[in-house]
């Protein structure tokens, strides 16, 4: 099993900025992709970015240009820095695992509230 753990979410005025972290434990082996998805109220979990092993990364269109997925080192796995912040951006960001060959490993997950 893989064990995840977010942090770094809050409450920030519009524009502003955020980093989430995502701790990892466990089996940690034949990881594929690490990533970020959020959700809001009444929508579906969606994917902000994404990176894999090889370093590769994928953004949503919708904050692309304002927030930047990279890797970390020891137990924090992954970082997702957020700026220019949006009240639209306001969800619970989950941190996830994709593990070969396709199991998905997700956190409990970190609110972030944007205020306008």
């Known amino acids: 099993q893989v064990q995840l753990v977010e942090s770094g979410g809050g409450l920030v005025q519009a524009g502003g900025s955020l980093r989430l972290s995502c701790a990892v434990s466990?089996?940690?082996?034949?990881?594929?992709?690490v990533g970020w998805y959020r959700q809001a109220p009444g929508k579906e979990r969606e994917l902000v970015a994404r990176?894999?092993?090889?370093?590769?990364?994928d953004y949503a269109d919708s904050v692309k240009g304002r927030f930047a997925i990279s890797r970390g080192n020891g137990k924090n796995w992954v970082y997702l820095q957020m700026n220019s912040l949006k009240p639209e951006d306001t969800a619970v960001y989950y941190c996830?695992?994709?593990?070969?060959?396709?199991?998905?490993?997700w956190g409990q997950g970190t609110q972030v509230t944007v205020s306008s």
């Open positions: 996830n695992i994709v593990r070969w060959p396709n199991d998905y490993y």
């Open positions: 466990g089996s940690i082996f034949s990881i594929n992709v």
């Open positions: 990176i894999t092993i090889g370093g590769s990364t």
